[in-house]
Nanobody
Framework: QVQLVESGGGLVEPGGSLRLSCAAS????????MGWYRRGPGKERERVAT???????NYADSVKGRFTITRDNAKNTVDLQMNSLKPEDTAVYYC??????????????WGQGTQVTVSS
């Protein structure tokens, strides 16, 4: 069983920065893609940024140039540095991870979410 725990959300003023962190616990044979998604008020969940095991990152157009995703493959952690935050970035942010368990079964797990509110 792989569990993902996020931290780092909070309230920040427009133009400010926050760093989200996510740690995966449990036995993993191979961690594939790790990433961040968000669901804003009244919106569908959307992909924010993903990073695969060889370091290829993909960003939503709305966050390019402002957000940076990084991961530590040895620790199975993924972070999201968010700069120049805008009110429209307000959302619950979810960590996501896919990979393979020691049994050979694939997994696709989500964290419980962390609230990010951008407001003056």
């Amino acid at each position: 069983q792989v569990q993902l725990v996020e931290s780092g959300g909070g309230l920040v003023e427009p133009g400010g920065s926050l760093r989200l962190s996510c740690a995966a616990s449990g036995s993993v044979f191979l961690m594939d893609v790790m990433g961040w998604y968000r669901r804003g008020p009244g919106k569908e969940r959307e992909r924010v940024a993903t990073l695969n095991k060889i370091g290829v990152a993909n960003y939503a157009d709305s966050v390019k140039g402002r957000f940076t995703i990084t991961r530590d493959n040895a620790k199975n952690t993924v972070d999201l540095q968010m700069n120049s935050l805008k009110p429209e970035d307000t959302a619950v942010y979810y960590c996501s991870a896919t990979g393979v368990l020691p049994s050979g079964r694939r997994f696709n797990n989500w964290g419980q979410g962390t609230q990010v509110t951008v407001s003056s």
